[in-house]
């Protein structure tokens, strides 16, 4: 079993990119299909803790239930975010991605290789094509 888990949406450009960086190391994550498989309400606070952020820098704003469920409004406790975020799996921003270095909310992509234990293992380029690592496994930016 993987010591790093990504929380992962297939249908996200970042997701996928940040998948292959963690794959670019050597290593097949665990991967959770979150929208599939919610965290559990426990998971989801932790995950905010490990990360050191708000429930509300998790939130996804560029989707439906976000405008639908008025959550733009500072009226809402850190409680009342996450039982939004586990009523719509689609409100947590991805991915999230757990290794023994950390817990980071990688956006963009290439945050992940901050808390990847092993280095790249050749070059990599987003599916935009912009390169993020050379040959020799080294980060360009």
Do not use: W
């Amino acid at each position: 079993m993987s010591n790093i888990t990504i929380y992962h949406n297939p249908e996200c450009g970042t997701s996928r990119n940040t998948l292959e960086l963690i794959r670019n190391s050597g290593v097949e994550p665990t991967v959770i299909h979150y929208l599939e498989t919610p965290p559990s309400r426990d998971t989801l606070v932790q995950l905010i803790a490990a990360m050191g952020i708000t429930p509300r820098a998790l939130l996804r704003q560029n989707v439906p239930p976000y405008e639908a469920l008025g959550l733009a409004e500072e009226r809402f406790s850190d409680d009342e975010l996450i039982d939004a975020m586990l009523a719509h799996p689609i409100l947590i921003n991805r991915p999230i991605v757990v290794t023994p270095l950390g817990t980071r909310l990688c956006r963009p992509s290439e945050r992940v290789l901050d808390i990847l234990p092993d280095q790249q293992k050749g070059a990599f380029a987003k599916e935009d094509g912009e390169q993020v690592v050379d040959a020799d496994g080294k980060r360009l930016k």
